[in-house]
């Protein structure tokens, strides 16, 4: 393993700039350049200097590794065992000190924490000086709404996952997001949040709204008229991931056509790479909405799985078949809806398919012959059917 100076040629003088004596202003440094290697492989160096080999080391491996994009490059078994080993030896003594919850490690340092609202206001601001954190998931956060709100670490962040708790209800959204600093939240979790469509509202009123790039609202009851209100607001311009799986959301407060219909229709969400509306009653006509609206030529994934479509005709897959607009489009999962052999045949002779990654049909109910027509496409490795062998 070589020294950063010796693998980048940087100049001596420019470098020496970054080396600190105080751990916390490393991590700083770090913090503020979170997509940099320089300060992370700096710090390598200057940890080695100062007899701390093994940590350099581990640095120096997982930065590496995170710039082999494929699992085939044969450096990757060998970065990976070891990473594996410096973990299984060192990992107590590398992680947050006297946090519970779970942490990870990325590109050396502690990125990821997964814990409890009232182990982080016990820890306070110190979390933030101690590991480069950007990504947190929080449990039990409704019942510290304030106090959470008003941590400076949060600054830092870009992904903030507050599953399962009750973010919708008490006016928590508002109360939270309009006082907590978060300058470079892009991701967004709220799933299982009781967010009803006036808390999406709120959301939308939020500042650091306008920024997010992905926003996961499944397990929600944001119905019709959430939907129609994510679609009208300028505050989700810059959304390019948008997640709204039904998780079991009751038929009344879930999506139907009119919903996905506003979505593909809106003039704000016309950024969208990934668009999930798993488990709802969209039906045909919310997918045809989807493949008719010119607004969808940038999305690369389409999720509509279980969602009751190809029930009373095969009007939802000869939209997508016949689309002009979803020419970005490399996974389909329509797993779970029904497919006739009209339907089949029409997906089958798709000429998008010589494209696309996957198109997923497990659990598909399929009519007589529709199998057989999918088997027998020419592109016929592009298609999923779980278990099921398709030749």
Known sequence: MFHYRSICGYNEAKLVGYVM????????????????????????????????????????????????????DPRH????????????????EWTIPD??????????????????????????????DLAPVVHMRIQNADAHIDALAELP???????????????????????????????????????NNQIWPEAIQQLAAAPCTRQLTWLELSGNPISDEGAVMLAMN????????????????????????????????????????ELNLADHYIGDAGLAAIASSHNMTGLERLNVAYNDIGTIGD???????????????????????????????ALAGWPRLQRMKRVNLVDCEFATGAREEIWASRW????????EEVE
């Not at 903030?160 to 967004?188: C, E, K, Y």
């Not at 016929?380 to 278990?387: K, Q, T």
């Open 99 to 128: 946090l519970r919850g779970r942490q990870e490690f990325r590109r050396g340092f502690v990125e990821v924490v997964r814990t409890t609202a009232e182990w982080l206001v016990a820890f306070g601001p110190r979390l933030f």
């Open 315 to 345: 009007n939802g897959i000869e939209a997508v078949v016949d689309s002009r607009y979803l020419t970005a489009l490399t996974l389909f999962t329509y797993s779970g809806n029904h497919l006739s052999r009209i339907a089949a045949q």
């Open 380 to 387: 016929a490795d592009r298609f999923w059917l779980g278990n």
């Open 234 to 273: 300028a505050a989700f311009t810059s959304l390019r991931k948008l997640i709204a799986k039904c998780d079991e959301v009751p038929y009344t407060e879930s999506v139907h056509a009119a919903g996905a219909a506003a979505i593909s229709a809106s003039t704000t969400l016309t950024n969208l790479r």
């Open 77 to 92: 078994d060998e970065l990976s065992d070891r990473e594996s080993e410096l973990l299984r030896v060192h990992r107590a």
């Open 153 to 191: 670490g949060l600054a830092q962040l870009e992904t903030l996952d507050l599953t399962n708790n009750s973010f919708g209800m008490r006016d928590r959204i508002q109360r939270f997001f309009s006082v907590a600093r978060l300058d470079r939240l892009r991701r967004l979790i709220l799933r």
């Open 21 to 72: 004596s105080d751990h916390a202003a490393f991590i700083a440094a770090i913090a503020d350049r979170p997509l940099d290697d320089v300060p992370r492989l700096v710090y390598a160096d200057y940890l080695e200097e100062n007899g701390d080999s093994a940590r350099a080391e581990f640095i120096r491996v997982q930065c590496e590794l995170a710039r082999i994009a494929d699992d085939n």
